[in-house]
Nanobody, 127 residues
Framework: QVQLVESGGGLVQAGGSLRLSCTAS????????MGWFRQVPGKEREFAAA????????IYADSVRGRWTISRDNAKSAVYLQMNGLKIEDTAVYYC????????????????????WGQGTQVTVAS
């Protein structure tokens, strides 16, 4: 079993930065691919970024590529999302997710493949 807890959300001005953190419990968490997704009310959950179990592979949504960076520290049981150049349209609840398959070198952009989800953290970008 894996439990995920996100933190680091908040209110920021457009153009600013935030760093989201996701801490995980579970003995084998460090071997799982991880992802960040976001959702606004009335819309489907949307992919933002994902990372393979060892951090060697990362993928990004077109809307965030070049502005954001996903990383992980398996020793600290954490995955991060550094969000720079925030835009109003980035306002959403952000969720981290884990896929329960060990040592996969792939990063995944589909929400349907993930097995565990955190409770979410709100990010609000103001003009």
């Amino acid at each position: 079993q894996v439990q995920l807890v996100e933190s680091g959300g908040g209110l920021v001005q457009a153009g600013g930065s935030l760093r989201l953190s996701c801490t995980a419990s579970g003995r084998t968490w460090g071997t799982f691919p991880m992802g960040w997704f976001r959702q606004v009310p009335g819309k489907e959950r949307e992919f933002a970024a994902a990372i393979s179990w060892n951090g060697a592979n990362t993928i990004y949504a077109d809307s965030v590529r070049g502005r954001w960076t996903i990383s992980r520290d398996n020793a600290k049981s954490a995955v991060y999302l550094q969000m720079n150049g925030l835009k109003i349209e980035d306002t959403a609840v952000y969720y981290c997710a884990a896929k329960q398959d060990q040592y996969l070198s792939t990063a995944y952009d589909s929400s349907t493949v993930y097995d565990y989800w955190g409770q979410g953290t709100q990010v609000t970008v103001a003009s």
